[in-house]
């Protein structure tokens, strides 16, 4: 079946968005767990209760990156060139990052050497920190729109700079998706982790979550505030042939709040962020992380739908050429694969949900360390 | 103009990723399968070495898995980071059958391989047996996916150029999908999988023999791999992707490279064994050949042509004039002169765009190029010979000597004699390379054969790179050089260590090492081996 064009568009930005949340709240929640791992585990036996934690799933998780890498490539072939190679050293920061988890997590504990599994521990944390730190900062600049234009071969021009990348509101949100991703860990270790652990992560909740609730507040006040959003002032044409050099663009003040004044359902988002993780810190501490970790998944919903909504239709805005800039509109592929990649979604993500879930209940429990001492060579 | 330093980099950085890559994948294709087998017949046998097999191989097979998945992330990302005007050109296409192996396999394999290795105690005999079975299927579906994107870049059928998109887009996803091209292809370098997981339990396990240890487990795991290596080098080589090398310009340019065959030969073409083929002259010196073995060979028939290199130049240089005429009319539409005569001439001479764009590394506008410019871009339009014909005997000898060897471990083993045979288990210990070289030459034959091309016939490499600087370039590469050096030398380190020490690993009291230790009341330094924790 042949869904219509400009339907299509829209499904896909949502789809896309569905991957990134799937994406924060699996394997986000590992990169969380990574980057606490050096610090709640005091003993290798504690550092292992929590690498396996996550150890039989952080494999499948990361398969939400690497599908939402190339739902962008299919669904919008300009966005992923423009914005990998644009930010080329940001990326391959990310990319070294994540080469530490998958060997980081089979080998660490192959050998008994302090050194050895100490390093890999390390390894293991930059594997989360690093990545989770990257993918919100490449956020808060596509927020601030990016240095780049397209010849009239859309070949896309990238003229900032690795520096520029970290820029003060750049680092903010970088500093908000670390700390919703590590609050996420957090609440997971108080549920499948026993005592001692699990005391150690419920102590960090409060401060890395409060701490987060503020940066997301801060960085609200400030993109409302000090950053110049982005607006197509040119007549929207319904199923158009995609062409990002066609419209007229303009940056200025308010216009990523445009969306939320048009359709004010929409900020049910930024209250999301703020309920889910508020909710998520109050579960823990009231002891029903089961509930905590429900309520910090919509919170990454939240705040990851809050910056969509608020930049929507753009996805990645040009301030050096606005009208170069990419938006849902003129950056997708053609109407048939989109279909074809519409119809595979339906198909395959209820289905990923499905043996995804049955892998979690079959691995169900909370583990302990005399259950890693008496499985020493069985577990990672 | 793009810098052609830059260029060169990023084919490096490509090439040499993507090969290490493949280190990886061709053992994870086979050896699912392997573990498959041998826990099937735990599960009907109820006989617990068969379990031990599955772990223990199950343990050489995650320690390779983990590099696998750390390099595949590479090249995910490289596709954007270095490729950001193919990604734009050909993601429409090319990104479709991606996405789609991440939904369909990836998640599939990578959700099943942490129970597989975590969830021996938690779940039933036939829960874990079928674990290990979407594991094994999944990552051969990834392989049928990668292949079918890999096989539009060698053949790009089911798609069309739209000038007003700037980019090729999909017309039938059934015919990207039953690309003849990516079919044979499938099937050789799967195949080509198994043989490598095959040669290297078959290796391993000859060593144990050779040494004495742990006789049982060893002859139990040959014969798996060697019955199942067997089948699979037959596959190899009689279902080899030679078919596929009649379907389009680029495997035609690429079959006539391999045989280094600068002229055209009356059918059926004579087979060089030997020579030395030169871009420069034109001519293949001191060649040594076979009559009629090409023919054969490539065209399964006696009256088929293979075409010489010559003249597919100088069908080249009529496409690079008509590519000319069509780059001339795509400015025109793309500069606003979007009229029904224009967009007529464009469509009559578009198939052959990609050709005109060869000239882009001479010339900023190809319509305006000089006759000078033609005959550099007609040279351009072959790959360099003379790796490509060597890489192929290569792959060839190697794929015949593996034969030989399958064939005499298959006999031996049926005669129930193979650990008499010593002098055949060291050949086996020692040809545990040779899948490896096999599949990195034959990897280099597909990708460098296909050269000037990123995508066959539609976009030239030499364009399809990102707007990035040399200087770029040289940073990625160095990370790439020092992550990669340090990942292969750990990995060896464990492999090794761990093939040494043998099912002894799996501490369950029965093997080698821990016999030792129990008979002579503890392990004695000069023999033990640091006792690993998993």
Same mark, same amino acid.
């Given at each position: 079946?042949?869904?219509?064009?400009?339907?299509?568009?829209?499904?896909?930005?949502?789809?896309?968005?569905?991957?990134?949340?799937?994406?924060?709240?699996?394997?986000?929640?590992?990169?969380?767990?990574?980057?606490?791992?050096?610090?709640?585990?005091?003993?290798?036996?504690?550092?292992?209760?929590?690498?396996?934690?996550?150890?039989?799933?952080?494999?499948?998780?990361?398969?939400?990156?690497?599908?939402?890498?190339?739902?962008?490539?299919?669904?919008?072939?300009?966005?992923?060139?423009?914005?990998?190679?644009?930010?080329?050293?940001?990326?391959?920061?990310?990319?070294?990052?994540?080469?530490?988890?998958?060997?980081?997590?089979?080998?660490?504990?192959?050998?008994?050497?302090?050194?050895?599994?100490?390093?890999?521990?390390?390894?293991?944390? %930059?594997?989360?920190?690093?990545?989770?730190?990257?993918?919100?900062?490449?956020?808060?600049?596509?927020?601030?729109?990016?240095?780049?234009?397209?010849?009239?071969?859309?070949?896309?021009?990238?003229?900032?700079?690795?520096?520029?990348?970290?820029?003060?509101?750049?680092?903010?949100?970088?500093?908000?998706?670390?700390?919703?991703?590590?609050?996420?860990?957090?609440?997971?270790?108080?549920?499948?982790?026993?005592?001692?652990?699990?005391?150690?992560?419920?102590?960090?909740?409060?401060?890395?979550?409060?701490?987060?609730?503020?940066?997301?507040?801060?960085?609200? %006040?400030?993109?409302?505030?000090?950053?110049?959003?982005?607006?197509?002032?040119?007549?929207?044409?319904?199923?158009?042939?995609?062409?990002?050099?066609?419209?007229?663009?303009?940056?200025?003040?308010?216009?990523?709040?445009?969306?939320?004044?048009?359709?004010?359902?929409?900020?049910?988002?930024?209250?999301?962020?703020?309920?889910?993780?508020?909710?998520? %810190?109050?579960?823990? %501490?009231?002891?029903?992380?089961?509930?905590?970790?429900?309520?910090?998944?919509?919170?990454?919903?939240?705040?990851?739908?809050?910056?969509?909504?608020?930049?929507?239709?753009?996805?990645?805005?040009?301030?050096?050429?606005?009208?170069?800039?990419?938006?849902?509109?003129?950056?997708?592929?053609?109407?048939?694969?989109?279909?074809?990649?519409?119809?595979?979604?339906?198909?395959?993500?209820?289905?990923?949900?499905?043996?995804?879930?049955?892998?979690?209940?079959?691995?169900?429990?909370?583990?302990?360390?005399?259950?890693?001492?008496?499985?020493?060579?069985?577990?990672? | 103009?793009?810098?052609?330093?830059?260029?060169?980099?990023?084919?490096?950085?490509?090439?040499?990723?993507? +090969?290490?890559?493949?280190?990886?994948?061709?053992?994870?294709?086979?050896?699912?399968?392997?573990?498959?087998?041998?826990?099937?017949?735990?599960?009907?046998?109820?006989?617990?070495?068969?379990?031990?097999?599955?772990?223990?191989?199950?343990?050489?097979?995650?320690?390779?898995?983990?590099?696998?998945?750390?390099?595949?992330?590479?090249?995910?990302?490289?596709?954007?980071?270095?490729?950001?005007?193919?990604?734009?050109?050909?993601?429409?296409?090319?990104?479709?059958?991606?996405?789609?192996?991440?939904?369909?396999?990836?998640?599939?394999?990578?959700?099943?391989?942490?129970?597989?290795?975590?969830?021996?105690?938690?779940?039933?005999?036939?829960?874990?047996?079928?674990?290990?079975?979407?594991?094994?299927?999944?990552?051969?579906?990834?392989?049928?996916?990668?292949? !079918?994107?890999?096989?539009?870049?060698?053949?790009?059928?089911?798609?069309?150029?739209?000038?007003?998109?700037?980019?090729?887009?999909?017309?039938?996803?059934?015919? +990207?999908?039953?690309?003849?091209?990516?079919?044979?292809?499938?099937?050789?370098?799967?195949?080509?999988?198994?043989?490598?997981?095959?040669?290297?339990?078959?290796?391993?396990?000859?060593?144990?023999?050779?040494?004495?240890?742990?006789?049982?487990? *060893?002859?139990?795991?040959?014969?798996?791999?060697?019955?199942?290596?067997?089948?699979?080098?037959?596959?190899?080589?009689?279902?080899?992707?030679?078919?596929?090398?009649?379907?389009?310009?680029?495997?035609?340019?690429?079959?006539?490279?391999?045989?280094?065959?600068?002229?055209?030969?009356?059918?059926?073409?004579?087979?060089?064994?030997?020579?030395?083929?030169?871009?420069?002259?034109?001519?293949?010196?001191?060649?040594?050949?076979?009559?009629?073995?090409?023919?054969?060979?490539?065209?399964?028939?006696?009256?088929?042509?293979?075409?010489?290199?010559?003249?597919?130049?100088?069908?080249?240089?009529?496409?690079?004039?008509?590519?000319?005429?069509?780059?001339?009319?795509?400015?025109?539409?793309?500069?606003?002169?979007?009229?029904?005569?224009?967009?007529?001439?464009?469509?009559?001479?578009?198939?052959?765009?990609?050709?005109?764009?060869?000239?882009?590394?001479?010339?900023?506008?190809?319509?305006?190029?000089?006759?000078?410019?033609?005959?550099?871009?007609?040279?351009?339009?072959?790959?360099?010979?003379?790796?490509?014909?060597?890489?192929?005997?290569? $792959?060839?000898?190697?794929?015949?000597?593996?034969?030989?060897?399958?064939?005499?471990?298959?006999?031996?083993?049926?005669?129930?004699?193979?650990?008499?045979?010593?002098?055949?288990?060291?050949?086996?210990?020692?040809?545990?390379?040779?899948?490896?070289?096999?599949?990195?030459?034959?990897?280099?034959?597909?990708?460098?054969?296909?050269?000037?091309?990123?995508?066959?016939?539609?976009?030239?490499?030499?364009?399809?790179?990102?707007?990035?600087?040399?200087?770029?370039?040289? !940073?990625? $590469?160095?990370?790439?050089?020092?992550?990669?050096?340090?990942?292969?030398?750990?990995?060896?380190?464990?492999?090794?260590?761990?093939?040494? +020490?043998?099912?002894?690993?799996?501490?369950?009291?029965?093997?080698?090492?821990?016999?030792?230790?129990?008979? *002579?009341?503890?392990?004695?330094?000069?023999?033990?081996?640091?006792?690993?924790?998993?």
């Amino acid at each position: 079946m042949l869904l219509d064009y400009e339907t299509l568009k829209l499904i896909w930005w949502l789809l896309v968005g569905v991957l990134f949340i799937g994406f924060a709240v699996t394997d986000g929640m590992d990169m969380g767990v990574g980057t606490l791992l050096p610090f709640l585990g005091k003993t290798d036996d504690e550092r292992r209760v929590i690498i396996n934690t996550i150890g039989p799933h952080w494999d499948g998780n990361q398969v939400w990156l690497i599908t939402a890498g190339g739902a962008i490539f299919a669904a919008w072939p300009l966005v992923y060139a423009a914005a990998f190679s644009g930010f080329y050293f940001a990326m391959l920061l990310a990319l070294f990052g994540l080469f530490f988890r998958p060997v980081g997590f089979d080998y660490r504990s192959k050998i008994a050497n302090k050194h050895w599994r100490n390093a890999w521990d390390w390894g293991l944390f %930059i594997g989360g920190a690093v990545p989770a730190l990257v993918f919100g900062i490449a956020f808060g600049n596509l927020l601030q729109g990016v240095p780049f234009h397209l010849d009239e071969f859309l070949r896309p021009f990238y003229s900032g700079s690795f520096l520029g990348l970290l820029n003060p509101f750049a680092l903010l949100a970088g500093f908000i998706s670390l700390g919703m991703l590590t609050l996420h860990g957090a609440i997971w270790l108080q549920l499948r982790t026993a005592e001692p652990i699990a005391s150690r992560a419920k102590a960090v909740t409060k401060q890395i979550g409060l701490a987060t609730i503020a940066a997301f507040a801060l960085a609200g %006040i400030w993109l409302a505030t000090g950053i110049d959003g982005f607006r197509v002032v040119s007549e929207h044409i319904p199923n158009a042939t995609p062409n990002p050099l066609t419209k007229e663009v303009v940056q200025e003040s308010y216009a990523w709040l445009s969306n939320y004044g048009t359709y004010p359902l929409t900020l049910l988002f930024p209250i999301l962020g703020f309920a889910g993780l508020g909710l998520g %810190i109050l579960g823990s %501490i009231k002891d029903h992380p089961g509930w905590g970790l429900f309520a910090s998944s919509l919170g990454l919903t939240g705040i990851i739908m809050t910056a969509g909504a608020a930049m929507f239709p753009f996805i990645m805005p040009s301030n050096t050429n606005p009208n170069s800039s990419l938006v849902v509109w003129d950056a997708v592929s053609s109407h048939l694969t989109l279909n074809v990649m519409f119809w595979a979604a339906m198909i395959f993500i209820p289905l990923i949900l499905i043996y995804t879930t049955w892998t979690y209940a079959m691995m169900w429990r909370r583990i302990t360390v005399e259950e890693i001492q008496a499985q020493d060579h069985l577990a990672y | 103009m793009l810098d052609s330093s830059m260029i060169e980099l990023s084919r490096w950085q490509f090439a040499s990723t993507a +090969l290490y890559h493949f280190l990886f994948v061709p053992l994870t294709l086979g050896l699912s399968w392997i573990l498959v087998i041998m826990e099937s017949v735990y599960v009907m046998t109820k006989r617990e070495i068969y379990r031990d097999m599955t772990k223990f191989w199950g343990k050489l097979f995650g320690i390779n898995f983990a590099l696998g998945v750390t390099t595949g992330l590479t090249m995910e990302f490289q596709f954007g980071t270095n490729w950001a005007y193919y990604s734009h050109y050909v993601g429409d296409v090319f990104g479709a059958p991606l996405a789609i192996e991440g939904l369909m396999a990836f998640f599939l394999e990578s959700t099943f391989i942490g129970l597989f290795f975590l969830g021996w105690e938690r779940l039933s005999k036939r829960q874990h047996l079928g674990v290990t079975f979407l594991m094994a299927f999944g990552s051969n579906l990834s392989a049928l996916w990668i292949l !079918i994107a890999n096989g539009w870049m060698q053949n790009p059928v089911g798609a069309e150029f739209s000038f007003e998109t700037m980019r090729m887009e999909m017309t039938s996803f059934a015919e +990207l999908v039953t690309n003849p091209v990516a079919q044979v292809k499938f099937v050789h370098t799967v195949a080509a999988g198994y043989v490598t997981a095959s040669m290297f339990v078959l290796g391993i396990s000859a060593w144990y023999m050779l040494k004495g240890r742990d006789l049982a487990f *060893a002859k139990r795991s040959f014969s798996v791999a060697v019955g199942f290596g067997m089948a699979s080098i037959l596959s190899v080589i009689l279902l080899g992707d030679e078919s596929g090398y009649e379907v389009g310009d680029i495997q035609r340019v690429k079959l006539a490279a391999i045989e280094a065959e600068w002229e055209t030969e009356p059918a059926p073409a004579a087979f060089t064994i030997y020579g030395n083929p030169n871009n420069a002259d034109q001519e293949t010196h001191d060649a040594i050949k076979v009559p009629w073995l090409l023919g054969l060979i490539a065209t399964r028939s006696l009256d088929t042509q293979v075409k010489g290199l010559k003249e597919l130049m100088a069908e080249h240089e009529v496409r690079i004039r008509n590519g000319m005429i069509a780059y001339d009319y795509l400015e025109r539409l793309r500069g606003g002169q979007d009229t029904p005569e224009n967009r007529a001439r464009f469509e009559e001479h578009k198939a052959d765009l990609g050709y005109g764009l060869l000239l882009k590394p001479y010339v900023e506008n190809p319509a305006q190029a000089s006759e000078e410019h033609i005959q550099l871009a007609v040279k351009d339009s072959i790959p360099e010979v003379a790796p490509i014909f060597w890489a192929f005997r290569v $792959m060839v000898g190697a794929g015949v000597w593996m034969l030989l060897l399958l064939a005499l471990g298959f006999y031996f083993n049926a005669k129930r004699v193979i650990q008499k045979q010593r002098w055949l288990l060291w050949l086996f210990l020692f040809s545990i390379p040779m899948p490896w070289i096999a599949v990195e030459t034959g990897w280099f034959v597909a990708e460098f054969g296909r050269q000037p091309w990123a995508i066959g016939e539609v976009l030239p490499t030499s364009i399809a790179v990102s707007s990035l600087t040399t200087h770029d370039l040289i !940073i990625s $590469m160095s990370g790439f050089l020092i992550f990669y050096t340090l990942l292969f030398i750990i990995e060896m380190f464990l492999m090794i260590k761990f093939a040494r +020490l043998g099912p002894s690993s799996l501490h369950t009291g029965r093997y080698h090492y821990e016999q030792i230790a129990g008979s *002579a009341g503890g392990m004695t330094p000069a023999t033990a081996p640091q006792k690993p924790a998993e």
